[in-house]
C-alpha cells in the first residue's frame, strides 16, 4: 500500500482550556502584588466551595429520592467534564483502585497487541500506585516508553490525588523484585553525549490523546506517515491491529519514508516487519519497534499508544513537543 501522509488535529476542549485560563489569570494577578494575587485565589477558593457544597447537596437530593443507581453513578464517572468536577471537591463515586483500574483497562488493547498486559499491585496510602508488567511488557526495552506515554497518563488523568507510580521489576528467578519509579524507568531509554548533555530526552511525564479518524482507512499492511499533535508518526496495520511509533529510523535517524511492512522470513501471518528504505533496518512492530538486526539488536523504535474500537482511532503523543532528530 503506498504510503500517505496527513495531518490531525484535536478538536478544542474549552473545558479545559477555561481551567488553564483561570490559572493565567491568579498568576496575572501578581502583578498587582502579593495581597492582589492573594485575593484572587481566595476568591476562586470561596467560589469552588460554594459551588461544591451544591453540588454535594444535590447529589444528597437525587439519592433521597433513590435516583441515584448505579447506572446513575456510571454515567457520571464516565463523563470526563462531570468526573472532573467531582474529583475538585471529593464526590467522585469511584475509589482510587477503581479508577487506577479502569484506566489500565483503557491501555490492555495497545499493551495487548504487543502480547503483554499489566495488572495493580496495590495502591498505597500515601497515594502511591504499584504495578506489574506481565508477558511480553515485563523487560521489553521499550516498556517504559510504554508506561510513560500509555500507562502513566492514564492514571493520572483518572486519579490525580496519585503522588507516585511505581513498577515491580522481576529478579532473575521470575519472582517479583525491587519497584521502580515510572520516571526512572522513562529515563533508561536515552543516554547522554560525551559533554554530558541529553540525547534524545524524554518529551513529558504523560500523554494526549489525539483522535486519527484517518487511521480508519489504513489497511492491512499499510504504513502512514502522519503529524498528530505536531509529533510526526508513523502508523503500521496488521490486520485489525494499529501500531503507532515515533517517525525516525533508530539506526540511520531519518524518518520512514517509503518505509514497507512484511511478513519475517518463517514468520506468521500476524508477523509483521518495519523496513527502513534509508538504511535497510526492520523493525518487529508487535515488539514494540525492537530492531531484528542482528548487528543492531539493541536498537528500537519509540512506540506510541494507540487506542482503536472500530469506529475512531486515538494516539497518545507527549504533552509537551519532541525535539525534531
Not at 44 to 62: H, K, W
Not at 72 to 91: E, K, P, R
Not at 93 to 105: G, H, I, N
Not at 181 to 197: I, Q
Request: a negative charge; hydrophobic letters at 45%.
Amino acid at each position: 500500500m503506498a504510503e500517505r501522509e496527513t495531518h490531525a488535529q484535536a478538536p478544542a476542549d474549552t473545558w479545559r482550556a477555561t481551567g488553564e485560563r483561570i490559572d493565567t489569570l491568579i498568576a496575572a494577578s501578581a502583578a498587582g502584588g502579593e495581597a492582589a494575587r492573594e485575593r484572587s485565589e481566595e476568591l476562586v477558593r470561596l467560589v469552588t466551595d460554594f459551588y461544591g457544597a451544591g453540588i454535594e447537596r444535590l447529589l444528597e437530593l437525587v439519592h433521597e429520592h433513590g435516583a441515584l443507581d448505579d447506572p446513575v453513578l456510571a454515567a457520571l464517572a464516565d463523563d470526563d467534564l462531570v468526573a472532573s468536577v467531582l474529583l475538585v471537591h471529593g464526590l467522585h463515586p469511584y475509589s482510587v483502585e477503581t479508577r487506577v483500574e479502569k484506566a489500565l483497562e483503557s491501555v490492555r488493547p495497545y499493551l495487548g497487541s504487543h502480547g503483554g498486559d499489566v495488572e495493580l499491585v496495590a495502591v498505597t496510602p500515601e497515594g502511591t500506585v504499584r504495578l506489574r508488567l506481565l508477558g511480553s511488557c515485563d523487560g521489553c526495552p521499550s516498556s517504559s516508553a510504554t508506561l510513560a506515554l500509555a500507562v502513566r497518563g492514564a492514571v493520572e488523568a483518572a486519579a490525580p490525588e496519585v503522588t507516585a507510580i511505581e513498577v515491580e521489576e522481576a529478579a532473575a528467578d521470575g519472582t517479583p523484585g525491587a519497584l521502580v519509579p515510572v520516571d526512572s524507568l522513562f529515563s533508561r531509554l536515552h543516554e547522554t553525549g560525551p559533554d554530558g548533555a541529553v540525547v534524545d530526552a524524554p518529551a513529558a511525564p504523560g500523554a494526549d490523546w489525539q483522535p486519527v479518524p484517518a487511521l480508519l482507512a489504513l489497511e492491512s499492511g499499510g504504513v502512514e506517515r502522519l503529524t498528530v499533535g505536531g509529533l510526526p508518526v508513523v502508523v503500521c496495520r496488521i490486520g485489525p491491529d494499529l501500531f503507532a511509533f515515533r517517525d525516525r529510523c533508530a539506526r540511520c535517524e531519518r524518518p520512514f519514508k517509503g518505509a514497507t511492512l512484511a511478513r519475517r522470513l518463517g514468520g506468521g501471518a500476524n508477523d509483521g516487519v518495519l523496513s527502513c528504505s534509508g538504511c535497510r533496518a526492520h523493525y518487529d512492530v508487535r515488539r514494540a519497534g525492537a530492531c531484528v538486526d542482528a548487528d543492531a539488536a539493541g536498537a528500537h523504535l519509540d512506540p506510541l499508544p494507540v487506542l482503536a474500537d472500530g469506529a475512531s482511532v486515538a494516539v497518545a503523543v507527549p504533552t509537551l513537543p519532541v525535539a525534531a532528530p
